[in-house]
């Protein structure tokens, strides 16, 4: 079958012809129809990630939405969501089939596109259960997205809006694309100047928020250290990334005296089954129209131009179309384009 193989750490897929390893029971094999890319798919394939390495050629991707061709479990036919663990022997979904753990696969409810089921995959999880199941968002609370221009923080700026909460700043450095989170449910934004300093930006962040209830972090480093000085009494912090830094200076003062809660989530260590009811939101959200996710399509033989846009931060989600090759998007839908090689 067709394949995306990375040869090397720190090496471009490029499209190869492998062999499925062969079903064995508890698994189901799955013809790829949509599979995004993630940045943790960039990082893991650099061979610099703490937490997998791989030592030979594999197929890359962690994520996917097919239609089951043969299991023991799952109905021939049905379209599912797949949450996928490559490694050399474990061929990804940037294919045209993958072999996933049937504890690793959910059906799409009817009617959900399947390129933007996705899509928000990932990257909705990683906002949704940070947002509503650790910090525990509440109607009318304060929210802070660190890192709002990315794929996750366009959807935790979406789903804390919807979730009722009283106030979104997003925080990014690209004016740009933080002025369309406006258009997303953002109440404020607040772009990163690398000249300002941690009282500055402190100074900058509380007066566009207000005292803060629940801080989404994805960069860490310098610009938390000054959202917490933004935050207020008992609020919750949580952090899915350190793009600005591996570090922090945290003053036990401000700790304790604003009583706060710090805390980490990876989704990568969460079970899909632990996942499931973020799921069935997010999609419930894109059916009715309260989520928005733009998309770039790509080819399975574009896979290293997608590799490229990817690594780019595009602030959209770059899906591989393994299939048919091209699968144009929904009539009138503006979550969706195709790369331009493909217009």
């Not at 089951?68 to 294919?95: F, I, R």
């Not at 700790?255 to 997010?282: C, D, I, M, Y």
């Amino acid at each position: 079958m067709p394949a995306a193989v990375v040869e090397s750490a720190g090496a471009e897929p490029t499209l190869r012809t492998i062999e499925l390893p062969t079903r064995r029971t508890g698994t189901s094999v799955v013809a790829v129809v949509a599979a995004p890319l993630n940045p943790l798919d960039l990082l893991i394939a650099s061979g610099t990630f703490h937490s997998v390495r791989h030592e030979g050629p594999y197929v890359p991707g962690s994520e996917c939405v097919g239609v089951v061709v043969e299991s023991d479990t799952h109905p021939v036919g049905t379209t599912v969501y797949a949450e996928c663990h490559a490694s050399p022997t474990s061929p990804g979904p940037l294919a045209s089939h993958v072999l996933v753990a049937d504890e690793d696969l959910l059906a799409l409810p009817e009617g959900t596109d399947p390129v933007l089921g996705a899509a928000v995959g990932n990257s909705g999880t990683a906002a949704f259960m940070p947002l509503v199941e650790v910090a525990g968002l509440q109607p009318g609370e304060t929210v802070l997205v660190l890192g709002a221009t990315g794929a996750v923080g366009q959807f935790a700026v979406q789903i804390a809006h919807a979730r009722g909460a009283g106030r979104v700043v997003g925080v990014a450095r690209d004016q740009a694309a933080l002025d369309k989170l406006l258009n997303l449910g953002a109440d404020a934004v607040v772009a990163l100047d690398p000249e300002d300093g941690l009282e500055d930006l402190g100074a900058r962040l509380a007066e566009a928020a207000g005292p803060v209830d629940v801080v989404l972090d994805g960069l860490f480093g310098g610009p938390l250290e000054a959202a917490l000085r933004a935050c207020g009494p008992r609020a919750r912090v949580v952090n899915i990334g350190n793009v600005a830094g591996g570090e922090i200076a945290l003053p036990a003062g401000l700790l304790r005296g604003r009583q706060l809660s710090v805390s980490g989530f990876a989704g990568l260590h969460t079970p899909l089954a632990q996942k499931a009811a973020a799921l069935a939101w997010l999609w419930g959200a894109l059916t009715t129209g309260h989520l928005h996710v733009p998309v770039r399509t790509f080819r399975l033989d574009q896979v290293a131009s997608a590799w490229r846009v990817q690594a780019t931060s595009p602030h959209a989600k770059c899906v591989i179309l393994p299939g048919d090759g091209h699968r144009p998007g929904v009539p009138g839908d503006p979550n969706r384009t195709t790369d331009e090689s493909e217009q």
